[in-house]
Structure formats: structure tokens, C-alpha cells
Nanobody, 117 residues
Framework: QVQLAESGGGSVPVGGSLRLTCKASGYTDGDYTRACVGWFRQAPGKEREAVARLTGLSTWYGDSVKGRFTASRDNAKKTVILQMDSLKPEDTAIYYC?????????WGQGTQVTVSS
């Protein structure tokens, strides 16, 4: 059974940085390499928002994070990293990592990110 575990959330001031990590288990090496992995976030009272999506060919970013967030993956470690720089109060949310051939088949439990002004 595939499981995803996020870590690295916390509280930072405006302009600060955080690094989120998502470790996958239950995948074979080949299946993980072929899987789409991504990050979503949801702030209180707001709809869920796609942050980044990584396939074998490309990386996509949402407009609100483009230029500030960088997503990367280490297939050997079955890990996805989300480096978040120049954080803003509007980045405050629970961040979820996802994975699967449809990119949203599996979800982690989420990690809280709070940016204070």
C-alpha cells in the first residue's frame, strides 16, 4: 500500500523559507519513477490549490508560487522536495503531497505552514 509522509512544515516570518519533504513508501522503484508527484495546499476557508506537479518530463507550478517555490524529486530515495522561498502570509496553509499515475491517487496527511507578518 502506498503511503506518503510530509515533513518540514512550521512557522516563519514573511520573506522566510521552508523546505518540505515527502517520503513515499509502498512503491516499487519503477512505478515511483513513472508516477506523477505533486504538492497541493489548502488554507482555511479556501479551496484546495495545486502548487506544483512533477512528471518524468516536466515540472509545473501554480501562478501564485511561480518564481518563489522550487519542486524536485529524488527517485532513488522516493522523495519529493518543495523549497519555498520569499514566503508570504497568503502561503499559510496545510500542504499535502500527492502521487500516482493520475498525480492525485495518493495523499499524505499534510503539514502546516504558517507565515506571519
Amino acid at each position: 500500500q502506498v503511503q506518503l509522509a510530509e515533513s518540514g512544515g512550521g512557522s516563519v516570518p514573511v520573506g522566510g523559507s521552508l523546505r518540505l519533504t515527502c517520503k513515499a513508501s509502498g512503491y516499487t522503484d519503477g512505478d515511483y519513477t513513472r508516477a506523477c508527484v505533486g504538492w497541493f495546499r489548502q488554507a482555511p476557508g479556501k479551496e484546495r490549490e495545486a502548487v506544483a506537479r512533477l512528471t518524468g518530463l516536466s515540472t509545473w507550478y501554480g501562478d501564485s508560487v511561480k518564481g518563489r517555490f522550487t519542486a524536485s524529486r529524488d527517485n532513488a530515495k522516493k522523495t519529493v522536495i518543495l523549497q519555498m522561498d520569499s514566503l508570504k502570509p497568503e502561503d499559510t496553509a496545510i500542504y499535502y503531497c500527492t502521487a500516482g499515475f493520475g498525480c492525485m491517487d495518493y495523499w499524505g496527511q499534510g503539514t502546516q505552514v504558517t507565515v506571519s507578518s
